[in-house]
């Protein structure tokens, strides 16, 4: 009944022709006109942003009007821009019109605020993705890669490829931002600074050759390109990931936000409207979640949504309840000794150390995967670990947070064996489980390079091992996280570091309680920081750790928690 009410409401207002504006049209400096809708259903005051975007007819996005190429004001008064085309491209998906939105001038000290007051519902404004700024909105993957990075004239580019090619030369420097200091911690010698007050008085003195090169953010250095043709970006040095903003603890929203971008990598939208802006530049690459679960419908969006409080009940009883897949070596097993251990055990315990101040403040419940996916959802436990992989699908039934391990199709070979690299199983029989999926990926994966191998398909992993182990086949293709239980039991044989495709494992969290994901990811960035995730990485791998995008800034609040004491008193 809910849908079809919300199916004959959404179809309502995108066929009316006429009526009331939203009573709010915004800044009359904004160039883009609102679109007419009907006149706006009541809702409660803790309405969904999908439920909003639904009574009003159209959706509101907070954009740059400053900021070429992301957001800039035409001649005749309209708006363009990389962020402006996602704006429109989010339009078009969810309410079947690219001109069915509004854009709100934001500015980056602001978009955040504007964002919680509701006087927009999204911002894409190459906003910076801080940890500071998680105590007011969620985020996407990062969509655009920012960071401190050079403009020089293109005839100095191949001198000038990056900070160590400035000695001896004149950079310039605006007085307001962090360049200086970003660029004196990137290079061994002392800079020739020129500074200015405006980055616009910069770009031009780069054009008159009174300096050799301006310091800033890509961001506002490919409005320089547009500024002074005949100069180009160069010798990015810092990494800051950018983001799309929109409104915490709203499941549904979140959803639909994460899935649509994964639905623009998927297809080419997105990788499109990057070329478009920022060509021949590449678009960055964005993490993959497998699965075909369709992306839900904004018609679907509920009036109103309950918000977990899982912070509470951890400070409540002092301790960590985490629902643990136990048959998964190396993330989570029973050892030898008969004790919990692995990867992700340890991981979990390392954060009730950071939350609790004790690292045995953590009751394992040992669950299937279902069973455990029904206890996070139902507030029986607040962390699902054991392999979990974050998938479509998964990204409908929990919150994650940020990838721990990045698993997929892996190869297993015998110990010391000369296979490096793809290429050198040209020829060669590789086993694989039948029915997997993982014939297909090496199949692929090998003409992608140009090699020829042949697969042979076995009932089960562990008949695919024993060829393997006797010599009958040079390789077994399957899901890592399968295949380094049985690599760690038998010396023997080793999981290559590589994988011909990626899956994302992450802790499973409550859906939608964005302040204890917050808190977990916030967690797992001051670990990072401080090199006990990589070193925790390092005791049970023997690859590289997930390099996931770093927050800069402090976080906005402190990782301990306030524990009540013994007998509430």
């Not at 490829?161 to 400035?166: S, W």
Request: proline share 6%; glycine share 10%; aromatic share 8%.
């Amino acid at each position: 009944m809910r849908r079809a009410r919300w199916l004959l409401l959404a179809t309502l207002l995108l066929a009316s022709c006429s009526g009331a504006t939203d009573g709010d049209p915004g800044p009359t400096s904004d160039p883009a006109t609102t679109p007419v809708a009907a006149t706006p259903t009541a809702l409660p005051s803790q309405a969904t942003t999908g439920a909003r975007i639904l009574s009003r007819g159209f959706l509101r996005v907070g954009v740059r009007y400053d900021l070429q190429p992301f957001g800039s004001v035409t001649g005749d008064g309209g708006l363009t821009g990389f962020d402006v085309d996602l704006g429109r491209e989010l339009s078009r998906r969810w309410l079947g019109d690219a001109e069915a939105v509004q854009f709100r001038q934001v500015r980056s000290d602001t978009a955040i605020e504007r964002l919680e007051a509701g006087e927009v519902d999204i911002v894409i404004a190459a906003l910076t993705h801080t940890r500071d700024r998680e105590a007011g909105a969620d985020f996407t993957l990062p969509y655009f890669i920012d960071g401190q990075a050079l403009l020089v004239r293109a005839g100095d580019a191949a001198h000038i490829a990056g900070p160590i090619g400035l000695d001896g030369r004149r950079v310039g420097v605006v007085t307001w931002s962090d360049a200086r200091d970003a660029l004196r911690g990137a290079v061994p010698f002392t800079l020739t600074l020129q500074t200015y007050d405006r980055f616009d008085g910069a770009v031009a003195a780069l054009g008159r050759g009174e300096i050799d090169a301006v310091a800033e953010t890509r961001r506002r250095l490919f409005w320089g390109t547009r500024m002074l043709p005949g100069s180009a970006v160069v010798g990015q040095y810092t990494t800051v990931p950018a983001a799309i903003a929109f409104p915490q603890n709203d499941r549904f929203f979140s959803d639909l936000v994460n899935l649509t971008l994964q639905d623009m990598v998927a297809d080419g939208t997105y990788a499109r409207l990057y070329s478009r802006w920022f060509g021949p530049e590449k678009a960055p690459a964005v993490e993959r979640w497998p699965g075909d679960a369709p992306t839900p419908a904004l018609a679907n969006s509920p009036i109103v949504a309950a918000v977990p409080d899982t912070i509470s009940k951890i400070e409540s009883r002092g301790r960590l309840v985490v629902a643990v897949v136990a048959d998964r070596p190396p993330y989570a097993y029973v050892d030898a000794s008969g004790a919990l251990a692995g990867y992700e055990v340890d991981l979990v315990r390392s954060m009730a150390s950071y939350w609790l101040g004790d690292v045995t403040a953590v009751d394992f419940v040992p669950v299937s995967a279902a069973m455990g996916k029904e206890m996070v959802y139902t507030g029986q436990a607040d962390v699902l670990v054991g392999a979990v992989e974050h998938t479509r699908q998964g990204e409908l039934e929990l919150d994650f947070g940020q990838t721990t391990y990045v698993a997929g199709e892996g190869l297993m070979i015998q110990a010391g064996a000369p296979i490096t690299r793809l290429e050198s199983l040209h020829g060669q029989m590789v086993a694989v489980v039948e029915g997997s999926g993982s014939g297909d990926a090496l199949l692929s994966a090998a003409q992608d390079v140009g090699v020829s191998v042949a697969v042979s398909p076995q009932p089960t992993l562990e008949t695919a091992i024993a060829l393997l182990a006797e010599g009958q086949v040079a390789a077994v293709v399957a899901d890592r996280a399968h295949l380094l239980g049985p690599a760690y039991a038998r010396p023997e044989l080793e999981v290559l570091p590589w994988r011909l495709t990626q899956v994302p494992l992450a802790l499973g969290l409550p859906a939608g309680d964005s302040a204890f994901r917050d808190l977990v990811n916030l967690t797992l960035q001051q670990m990072k920081a401080d090199g006990q995730f990589d070193g925790l990485y390092l005791i049970w791998f023997d690859d590289a750790a997930p390099a996931f995008a770093r927050w800069p800034g402090a976080p906005y609040r402190t990782l301990r928690l306030a524990v009540a004491p013994p007998g509430g008193g």
